[in-house]
Nanobody
């Protein structure tokens, strides 16, 4: 069973940075998973932030956060990171990590919607004050 645990959220001022972590168990990065970050703000729909192919480490970042957010991974720690810089109040949301064995969900420029991902973490809250 795949288990994902997010951490690193908190309160930060606009312009600040946070690094979120997604510790994965029950999977091996070499088995090629699609691992993604999503976020959901109160009263809004869930939206994708970006994803990483666990095998080749290729990443996709959505346009709304491109240039500010990056995704990376540490295979030895089975952990995926979301580095968030130049944070804005509109980045306030609960951030979720998701994974799926269908690695095509993050490949060749294609980033599958959240509804397709099988495994989810519990989320970590990010609040950006103005």
């Amino acid at each position: 069973e795949v288990r994902l645990v997010e951490s690193g959220g908190g309160l930060v001022q606009a312009g600040g940075s946070l690094r979120l972590s997604c510790a994965a168990s029950g999977l091996t990065f070499y088995d090629e998973y699609a691992i993604a970050w999503f976020r959901q703000a109160p009263g809004k729909e869930r939206e994708g932030v970006g994803c990483i192919h666990s095998g080749n480490r290729d990443t996709i970042i959505v346009d709304s956060v491109k240039g500010r957010f990056t995704i990376s991974s540490d295979i030895a720690k089975s952990t995926v990171y979301l580095q968030m810089n130049s944070l804005k109040p509109e980045d306030t949301a609960t951030y979720y990590c998701a994974a799926d064995k269908r690695w095509g969900f993050c490949s060749g420029g294609y980033y599958a919607p959240g509804s397709d991902f099988d495994s989810w973490g519990q989320g970590t809250q990010v609040t950006v004050s103005s």
